[in-house]
């Protein structure tokens, strides 16, 4: 089992950066790709955004329009992922999730079928 600890959520003004982290723990050898989900206020489950992910130790993908706005990145030192936000806007409001998978979780297709998802850490950005 993999167990995903998000931290890094805060309400902040537009125009705004923040960095949200996501450190893994347990049987993390097993992972071979960590990313990032988000839940807009009001929407579903089944309406998470898959953001941006990043293989173990290899190349990150972007959501299209998103690279440059999110920056992900790792420290396999730590078994933590990180997603930078920058220039926030009242649109990036909402619930942000970690997931890992044992495979290569295409997030950015918006796959919700993740081996491990934590329980996410909150933004929410108003002037």
């Known amino acids: 089992q993999v167990q995903l600890t998000e931290s890094g959520g805060t309400s902040l003004q537009p125009g705004g950066s923040l960095r949200l982290s996501c450190t893994a723990s347990?049987?993390?050898?097993?992972?071979?790709?960590m990313g990032w989900f988000r839940q807009a206020p009001g929407k579903e489950r089944e309406e998470r955004e898959g953001v941006a992910s990043i293989l173990k130790g290899g190349p990150a993908y972007y959501k299209k329009g998103m690279r440059g706005h999110f920056i992900i990145s790792q420290d396999n030192t730590k078994d933590t992922v990180y997603l930078e936000i920058t220039n926030v806007k009242p649109e990036d409001t909402g619930m942000y999730y970690c997931?890992?998978?044992?495979?290569?979780?295409?997030?950015?297709?918006?796959?919700?079928?993740?081996?491990?998802w934590g329980q996410g850490t909150q933004v929410t950005v108003s002037s």
């Open positions: 997931v890992a998978d044992r495979g290569r979780c295409k997030v950015i297709e918006g796959n919700l079928d993740q081996d491990y």
């Open positions: 347990g049987m993390t050898a097993s992972i071979r790709c």
